[in-house]
């Protein structure tokens, strides 16, 4: 019986065959954005079975990182940055009602969670996003852990 390995293998030489083009690595250089958006994006990032890399002197920050963490392989040479969640933008110059607050953030929290679980991430990645209310640039030991290949030719 082939593995997981095996299957994907297969898969993308019959893809090849049929002349099916598909996106197999995500370059990724941003300071963040939308989380939510993110969250979807990271979620059709794995459905999609791709392959996710930060190169070298390029930053995956904030929401970024909830899509690296997403890809199938993972391979950084640059730098993996998180923090705590805050209110969306368009409440950021508005006073809202803390109740309106807190169900948002603790919303996408669980969101996150729950994705974050689904691709099996370490504790210790939760435990920085979550208690970070700076920006927390992973350390070159913590990457070794996220990082699912040793160079972008094993992708």
């Not at 199938?72 to 705590?84: A, N």
């Amino acid at each position: 019986m082939p593995t997981h390995g095996q299957w994907l293998m297969l898969a993308r030489r019959r893809r090849l065959e049929l002349g099916v083009r598909t996106v197999e690595v995500i370059l990724l250089n941003s300071i963040g954005g939308n989380v939510l958006g993110a969250l979807r994006f990271a979620r059709y990032v794995r459905q999609n079975q791709m392959n996710t890399w930060i190169a070298e002197n390029q930053t995956c920050a904030s929401a970024c990182a909830l899509v690296f963490l997403a890809g199938i392989q993972r391979f950084s040479e640059g730098k993996l940055v998180v923090h705590q969640y805050l209110p969306p933008a368009e409440q950021a110059n508005e006073k809202i009602a803390r109740d309106a607050a807190w169900i948002s953030v603790q919303r996408i929290i669980g969101e996150t969670i729950t994705l974050l679980n689904s691709f099996g991430t370490p504790r210790f990645v939760f435990e920085r996003i979550f208690s970070s209310p700076d920006l927390y640039e992973f350390t070159e030991a913590e990457m070794a852990k996220l990082t699912t290949v040793t160079s972008l030719d094993e992708m």
